[in-house]
């Protein structure tokens, strides 16, 4: 059973850059698309970022598109989201998400079997 944790999340100006990291234990995650998603208070969760196995092919939302870079290291069993130039509207829980099976639904929440516990992050304007 793969387990996913979050951290580097927290507070950050307007403008400012955060770098998020997914850690799994508990079984190798090199051959699972890993996404990362976002919650807002009152709102779903939504798609941020996915990437492929080896990292070949990344799929961004829209309103991180050219903002956000999603990376992972096989070796090291971790996937990164450096989130720069944060808005605002970009404080939300983010959370971590495995797709054992490797589906290209990659936005679809369904797809991912496992899930991290999430990290905060909070823009300040």
């Known amino acids: 059973q793969v387990q996913l944790a979050e951290s580097g999340g927290g507070l950050v100006q307007t403008g400012g850059s955060l770098r998020l990291s997914c850690a799994a234990s508990g079984g190798t995650i090199s051959s699972y698309l890993m996404g990362w998603f976002r919650q807002a208070p009152g709102k779903e969760r939504e798609f941020v970022a996915a990437?492929?196995?080896?990292?070949?092919?990344?799929y961004y939302a829209d309103s991180v598109k050219g903002r956000f870079t999603i990376s992972r290291g096989n070796a090291q069993n971790t996937v990164w989201l450096q989130m720069n130039s944060l808005k605002a509207e970009d404080t939300a829980v983010y959370y971590c998400?495995?797709?054992?099976?490797?589906?290209?639904?990659?936005?679809?929440?369904?797809?991912?079997?496992?899930w991290g516990q999430g990290t905060q992050v909070t823009v300040s304007s």
């Open positions: 998400a495995a797709d054992r099976d490797y589906s290209l639904a990659y936005s679809r929440l369904t797809t991912y079997d496992y």
């Open positions: 990437i492929s196995r080896r990292g070949g092919n990344t």
